[in-house]
């Protein structure tokens, strides 16, 4: 399938048994397009990567970073694996959770996360990898308001993470997280900050 975004176009090669296999999942597009720019150096982290749209999207955007694309999926692995080759992304470093170094630290993460897994699993998986931001850093979320974002919006302030809503399209909001004290705002106050390409 083609991945055409404002300012690269990627053929990705998919399969069945991963996410999204006969499209480009709407929500991880609208993070494509309204995500701000990732940090041009440092390490960057695509969670729960699947074929590589987003981690081929950073490595793209943040050539001189190193880019994490992470997930449980072996199919997943393998086509991003390729994707990223095919692409000319050799360096995109494709690899199952626990094959990231402890002492690795991300300037940025993005990720559709995986919500149907249960709301316990997935805090227990955001807390571990957001934990992991170095202290600038910022995590891009991409949720479907009938899918929790707004509750997940409310947890992750509750937990210590500065949240705001970058923008709310096709039903999904873009939430930013950032270490420190909860923002003021939170869901529902229709205040939202500007983000990148592909809003409006």
Same mark, same amino acid.
């Given at each position: 399938?083609?991945?055409?975004l404002?300012d690269?176009t990627?053929?990705?090669?998919?399969d069945r048994?991963?996410f @999204?296999p006969g499209?480009?999942? =709407? /929500?991880?597009?609208?993070?494509?397009?309204?995500?701000?720019?990732p940090? %041009?150096?440092?390490?960057?982290?695509?969670?729960?990567?699947g074929?590589?749209?987003?981690?081929?999207?950073?490595?793209?955007?943040?050539?001189?970073?190193?880019v994490w694309a992470?997930?449980?999926?072996e199919?997943?692995?393998?086509l991003?694996r390729?994707?990223?080759r095919?692409a000319?992304?050799?360096?995109?470093?494709?690899?199952?959770?626990e094959?990231?170094?402890?002492?690795?630290?991300?300037?940025?993460?993005?990720?559709? =996360?995986?919500?149907?897994? /249960?709301?316990?699993?997935?805090h227990?998986?955001?807390?571990?990898w957001?934990?992991?931001?170095e202290?600038?850093?910022?995590?891009?979320?991409v949720?479907?308001?009938h899918?929790g974002?707004?509750s997940?919006?409310?947890?992750?302030? /509750?937990?210590?993470?500065?949240?705001?809503?970058? @923008?709310?399209?096709?039903?999904y909001?873009?939430?930013?997280v %950032?270490?420190?004290? =909860?923002?003021?705002?939170?869901? /529902?106050?229709?205040?939202?900050?500007?983000?990148?390409a592909?809003?409006?």
């Open positions: 399938m083609r991945l055409a404002p690269l990627l053929d990705l090669r998919t048994g991963v @999204s499209r480009i999942d =709407p /929500g991880t597009k609208v993070l494509l397009l309204g995500a701000p720019p940090p %041009r150096r440092g390490h960057l982290l695509d969670l729960g990567c074929y590589g749209p987003m981690a081929l999207t950073l490595a793209a955007r943040a050539p001189e970073a190193t992470v997930d449980v999926n199919r997943a692995l393998e991003a390729q994707n990223a095919a000319g992304f050799a360096d995109v470093r494709v690899v199952r959770p094959e990231v170094p402890e002492d690795v630290r991300f300037a940025a993460i993005w990720s559709n =996360p995986p919500v149907r897994i /249960g709301k316990r699993a997935l227990e998986l955001l807390e571990h957001l934990a992991r931001l202290p600038d850093g910022a995590a891009v979320l949720v479907h308001k899918l974002s707004d997940l919006h409310r947890w992750l302030a /509750g937990r210590g993470w500065r949240v705001a809503r970058l @923008s709310s399209r096709l039903g909001r873009l939430l930013e %950032r270490p420190g004290p =909860p923002a003021e705002d939170g869901p /529902g106050d229709g205040g939202e900050r500007p983000a990148g592909g809003e409006g």
